[in-house]
């Protein structure tokens, strides 16, 4: 029952990045990667990890999917425009491809996997607090940082310059034409 769930996920969380790529509306891809985030936590919870699932859920599919629709409807971003791609990326991408199919095929069928009992690893919730506030304090407050400063900017990017009376924008860039005329 449990590789079937397993493989059913899977199969979603492969069809929701497939699709992710596939829109051409920011939010429906944004909605994709909520499908995936979300398969990704049931594929933890199958296997036993069920902090890394809560995590999974809380941090990504909750927080981090809500800025990426905020910023998203923020920047007003509409449909993408299609173009007819570039000939660069076939030449370097289809090789690449064939080669990472290729090396995944053969480590495969070439390494022999050791079966790991649920539970058999440290990581329960009390361990990975302990971790993350002590010894990885600093690369946690530094992603919080990362992410606030991204929200600024797309504040910043997404605010409109306001027009005076005699034409003259003001606003973010308005530092640049101020003092002429006065």
Known sequence: MHLALFLVFGIVCVAGAVNLLIQSHPIQSALSLIVVMASLAVEYLLLGAEFVAAVQ????????????????????????????????ALLLGLPSLLLVGALLTWSVT????????????????????????????LPFEITSLLILIAIMGAVVLASKPEVTPAGATSGPASGLTAGKGN
């Open 57 to 88: 859920v809380i941090v990504y599919a909750g927080a981090i999917m809500v800025l990426f629709v905020f910023v998203i409807m923020l920047l007003n971003a509409g449909e993408e425009e299609r173009s007819q791609g570039s000939h660069i």
């Open 110 to 137: 070439h390494h022999a996997t050791v079966a790991v009992s649920v539970g058999s690893l440290y990581g329960d919730p009390r361990t990975i607090g302990k971790l993350l506030f002590s010894q990885y304090l």
